[in-house]
């Protein structure tokens, strides 16, 4: 179990509200995905956290093109299985490997196609597993 939901609910009750420069604003990761996947927001926090520049995602597929390590039924069926059912609000811990050292962390895929037509993933508590020695 995951020790605290670090999104304020006031941003989980009105997805729709969330652009671009609101997500800056932000300590935490969130990115932004319409129905096929493609990157809508990717936030300043997330940007520094993954080493990604936001020109290099936007537009591109989360899971084939920007962050393949995702593209598992862990993480890709749960966003799949969102879209198909109109909503998910799912915590869990995962690993990221592509393109930058393994980091662990606690994401939160939030969807509610009544509130707003964008996925979101939102990211905290990122942990590296391997310590740079050189």
């Known amino acids: 179990m995951l020790a605290h939901n670090f999104v304020a609910d006031a941003i989980l009750n009105n997805p729709d509200q969330i652009n671009a420069q609101m997500a800056d604003r932000q300590s935490f990761g969130i990115i932004a995905l319409d129905s ?7 936030n300043a926090a997330e940007a520094r956290l993954s080493g990604l520049s936001v020109t290099e995602v936007l537009g591109r ?3 084939t093109e920007v962050a393949p ?3 598992s039924r862990l993480f890709r069926g749960r966003f799949r299985q969102g879209i198909q059912e109109g909503s998910l609000d799912a915590h ?3 690993t990221f490997t592509y393109r930058i050292r393994p980091i662990s962390a606690h994401v939160h895929m939030f ?3 009544r509130k707003s037509p964008l996925f979101f993933i939102f990211i905290d508590r990122i942990i590296q597993l391997y310590e740079d020695l050189g």
């Open 36 to 42: 096929h996947a493609q990157v809508k927001i990717f």
């Open 61 to 63: 597929n989360f899971f």
């Open 69 to 71: 390590c995702t593209a």
């Open 92 to 94: 869990f811990y995962y």
């Open 111 to 113: 969807y509610d196609m």
